[in-house]
């Protein structure tokens, strides 16, 4: 069986082993391009077992006129679909319009958690305030005599005055 | 002493270098024979010498040969069986 164009075969090595597919062209002595059932490409001659059977086929012939030709030898093909492109869709800049119509529906989703919500911090807020409200007070009336006693002082400088002026309002604290 | 169940050779001990800095001993399944072709019995390429769970976390296309027979024939076993076919 000589090795021409158009002799039908069966590759016997690779992953398209026993696949069925024409010769469409010779390359040199040693290698042949394939198409058909396996993929199209060159093959060593020695990866492939020749049949009895040749078709008529141009040279170079188009992976669809292959297929018409094995078609009416009852050979199915090898169909591959070709990738369709797809664009990602780009990422746009929202118009202003839409930020207003996102931010509305920000704020009408924020208005049903709401109520619940205050209801919660209202009894939390009750209990903690009484308690801060008096920790707080008695922190501010330290933080304010201080404060006040500084200023005080920084305006009267003499260090005796000092002295005398919390002495003074201790006992006042006393007698009341 | 090793536990009695270590103490039969059915596993293999492997000399581990632990991060404490010590060498630890370690008791390890040995590994299973070679894949061999299914009629003429060499020695398959490309199917790893591996244990079974080893093999389940390995991907299909790293477990044996794709192409027909991959993994039961060899390559000159699988043409010569598809080469018979086609005389027959």
Redesign the interface.
Known sequence: MTIEIGRLC?K????D??KKAVIIDVLDDKFVVLDGQTRRRKVNVFHI?P?NQVIKIEKNASHGDVANALKELGIETRQTKPKQKTERPKPKRKTPEQLRVQKEEKRKLRDIFRPKKKEEKIGEKKESTLEAKAGLMEEKKEEINPSEAEIKEKKAKPAEKKEEKPKAKKAVGEKE | MPAPRLRSRSLRKVFRKVPGNRVSLQYKRRKHKAARCGSCGNVLHGAPRALPFQMKSLPKTKRRP???YGGVLC?RC??QE??NK?RQ
């Open positions: 069966i016997i090595a690779g992953r082993a026993g077992e049949l | 794709e192409r027909p390559s699988m043409r598809i080469v086609i």
